[in-house]
């Protein structure tokens, strides 16, 4: 992982940042589902959206899920979190309207592709900012006019559908069982990559998750070892081996101009299909499985390992 990921965690203690808190809030999140704490798991999700708005993508997860416990704690404690600044502020008779402002200038333009906000930094965020590594930032960087009619907002709109319908997919493929908790996560650390406004260098230890699963499925499962590695390689390649000291800073500007870190994010999403294809847990009967899943029964050799 030091390999692999060794970059990320560089670009994190640069940059002080303070995304390892919200991972590690996420992974006890994902730690409670696992346990079928639905409660805990809904909390501790919603503090980690709270102090970054990416894991709002678990909300729309839970819901998929069926996972209305977790649901309605998430959105309780997401609402109480937020209102803190505001509700420290009245006791003290300061500035109360912290949450409202948020709202305003960063999240609704934010949502809405092609907007803009009077904050300084946000020009930064949605122009051609070759350190948005985010699928917002690859199109800003290109589709700078209409291209064969469509402008860059439609691009972007029609980009983020398509990643969001392949996200979509391996959640329904992925049953509603608590051994499959772990890929589902892994999967949506990447969408958030994927699908923020802005993604920069050190957001990318939210892929450390992700990269141990796929390692730790391609180590053990000998049906996708030779799959799993040969993406294994190309996904640091594409995060991390083409945009260092070693590789020059030519070839580090190429990367980050053609969005090479969230390809190489997004590549992991082969391993993951592959498992929620041939994988199911041990003691998990086929009759079982069919009712787990939203798939039909597959092919006989779909057995599991010993």
Not at 205 to 220: D, E, G, K, R, S
Not at 256 to 266: D, Q, V
Request: hydrophobic share 55%; aromatic share 12%.
């Amino acid at each position: 992982m030091l390999i692999t990921c060794g970059k990320h965690f560089l670009d994190v203690i640069t940059y002080a940042s303070h995304d390892p808190l919200s991972l590690a809030l996420i992974m006890f999140g994902t730690w409670a589902l696992f346990n079928g704490r639905e409660a805990a798991g809904g909390a501790w999700l919603a503090v980690a959206a709270a102090i970054r708005a990416s894991p709002l993508i678990y909300l729309p997860y839970l819901i998929l899920k069926r996972r209305l416990v977790a649901c309605i704690v998430f959105i309780a404690v997401l609402f109480g979190v937020s209102l803190i600044p505001d509700i420290i502020g009245a006791l003290r008779g300061g500035y109360t309207g912290h949450l409202t402002e948020w709202l305003g200038q960063v999240v609704g333009p934010a949502l809405m592709p092609g907007n803009s906000s009077k904050l300084v930094f946000w020009d930064i965020w949605n122009g051609a900012n070759l350190y948005n590594q985010s699928l917002r930032g690859v199109i800003n960087r290109f589709a700078t006019s209409p291209v064969f009619g469509l402008t860059p907002t439609m691009i972007l709109i029609v980009v983020d559908g398509i990643f969001a319908v392949i996200v979509g997919v391996l959640l329904l493929m992925s049953p509603r069982r608590r051994e499959y908790v772990a890929i589902d996560t892994a999967v949506l650390l990447i969408a958030m990559l994927a699908l923020s406004p802005m993604s920069s260098r050190y957001h990318y230890i939210f892929v450390l998750p992700a990269v141990i699963l796929a390692t730790a499925a391609t180590m053990t499962d000998p049906r996708i070892r030779t799959l799993g590695s040969y993406v294994l390689v190309a996904s640091f390649l594409l995060r991390a081996g083409t945009s260092n000291d070693v590789a020059g800073q030519r070839l580090t500007d190429f990367a980050y101009t053609y969005g090479f870190m969230p390809l190489g994010a997004i590549a992991l999403y082969i391993i993951f299909a592959a498992i929620l294809w041939v994988w199911r847990p041990p003691g998990l009967s086929a009759a079982d499985d069919k009712a787990a899943s939203v798939r039909q029964p597959r092919i006989s050799w779909r057995t599991s390992v010993e």
